[in-house]
């Protein structure tokens, strides 16, 4: 069942906590991402130097993939061809510790820890209100990165990673402190996060390489019966809503259709026919102005087409109106147009291309008539017009 149901709800949003443990003290390292599909965004890096600070700021709504690294994590290479490696392997008492193992062709690659670690750090989160789905121990799992970041040697936490044929071989200390930055897709790491990285890879992609003690499964289990629970109690709630506003709605709708109804029988039959008829003559008489384009813009903005398209380049119109007021507007006041006019407004230095244009305006199909109002030439040689044109029909 939490199979079918994880399916369906998928946890596309968590936060990865890296500690490291020092001589000391401990560092609390945040990776805050969020899953789009196959895609994994990182939302923000963040790190801190204690608990206190970590668990103020950490965002409690989120499930956590804990990490755990640096003083008391053992990391081991197990070689298959080994019989003391394979013997020491076979007595580990999984029991007692906290693991997790990057198995190669050759080897098997293991970080581990005594169990006290790992529970220390999970009843802390648990008072704290945080909630841990998962828990992985060491940075060996940045090796799942190899593809990405296609180098030899990489640094993760305090290990240097070797590779031979993008197969992890061996392993070292890496004493030097200095962080190293390695660039994924669009997205800058430092070695100190980027074993969290490799962690949220297995996390969504369980590869079978990876082996690790398994913690328990009835946190993830709660989280996702959880969220499917709050996805349908939203569900149903805005189902309800929708249901009590149709609901309202056809009440409303119904309600007035039965007020009409009553009114009709109230009225005798002539005067309902005398309303019936006022009624279609206003229908009619909103069609006949619809039709000849007073009540849309379409209709009217073909003059401004028509004759703005066959304006000549050394020509400026500064003004185009398709039936101008007579006056401004004024408060209390009717507005009246200019009906079947259209007045132009501009200035031209060719005065032979304006009367060009002129020619071809009078010409014009739609036009009933063409007047010059008036053609002037100012100081600087430019000559400003004002024409008049009226309409055939409107």
């Known amino acids: 069942m939490i199979q079918f149901v994880s399916k369906i709800v998928k946890l596309n949003k968590l936060n990865v906590v890296g500690i490291i443990r020092k001589d000391n003290g401990e560092t609390f390292n945040v990776l805050s991402i969020k899953k789009n599909g196959d895609k994994i965004d990182i939302v923000s890096i963040s790190s801190y130097e204690n608990y206190e600070e970590f668990s103020k700021n950490i965002d409690s709504k989120l499930p956590i993939l804990l990490v755990v690294d640096g003083k008391g994590i053992l990391n081991k290479e197990v070689n298959f061809n080994n019989e003391s490696d394979i013997l020491w392997h076979k007595n580990i008492d999984h029991s007692s510790i906290y693991f997790t193992s990057l198995k190669t062709q050759q080897s098997s690659f293991m970080s581990f820890c005594r169990k006290n670690i790992v529970v220390d750090y999970t009843d802390k989160f648990l008072k704290s209100k945080l909630t841990i789905i998962d828990i992985y121990i060491g940075s060996f799992l940045t090796a799942l990165l190899q593809n990405a970041i296609n180098e030899q040697t990489i640094k993760s936490g305090e290990l240097l990673l070797q590779f ?29 996060i980027i074993p969290l990285y490799g962690v949220l890879l297995h996390f969504y992609l369980q590869q079978k390489e990876i082996s690790k003690s398994q913690t328990n499964s009835l946190i993830k289990e709660e989280i996702i019966y959880k969220k499917l629970f709050n996805f349908f109690g939203v569900f149903m709630l805005v189902s309800f809503l929708i249901a009590l506003l149709a609901s309202y709605l056809l009440t409303g709708y119904y309600s007035s259709k039965n007020a009409e109804l009553n009114l009709e029988n109230v009225y005798s039959s002539q005067s309902y026919e005398m309303i019936t008829n006022l009624e279609k003559q206003k229908e009619n008489k909103l069609k006949i102005l619809n039709e000849t384009g007073f009540l849309t813009s379409k209709f009217l903005t073909f003059y401004s087409y028509d004759i703005l398209k066959g304006v000549p380049k050394d020509i400026s119109l500064t003004q185009l109106s398709i039936l101008p007021l007579y006056e401004n507007v004024k408060q209390n006041k009717k507005v009246d147009f200019e009906t079947k006019t259209v007045k132009l407004l501009g200035e031209t230095n ?26 002037k030439r100012d100081k600087k040689g430019l000559t400003h017009f004002e024409l008049k044109m009226i309409l055939k029909d409107v």
Request: proline fraction near 0%; aromatic fraction near 10%; charged fraction near 25%.
């Open 164 to 192: 031979e044929n993008r197969t992890l071989y061996g392993f070292s200390k890496e004493v030097n402190l200095i962080k190293k930055q390695y660039q994924i897709g669009k997205e800058s790491i430092s070695s100190e």
């Open 350 to 375: 060719n005065e032979s291309s304006l009367n060009s244009w002129i020619d071809l305006l009078k010409n014009t199909e739609w036009a009933k008539n063409f007047e010059i109002l008036s053609i």
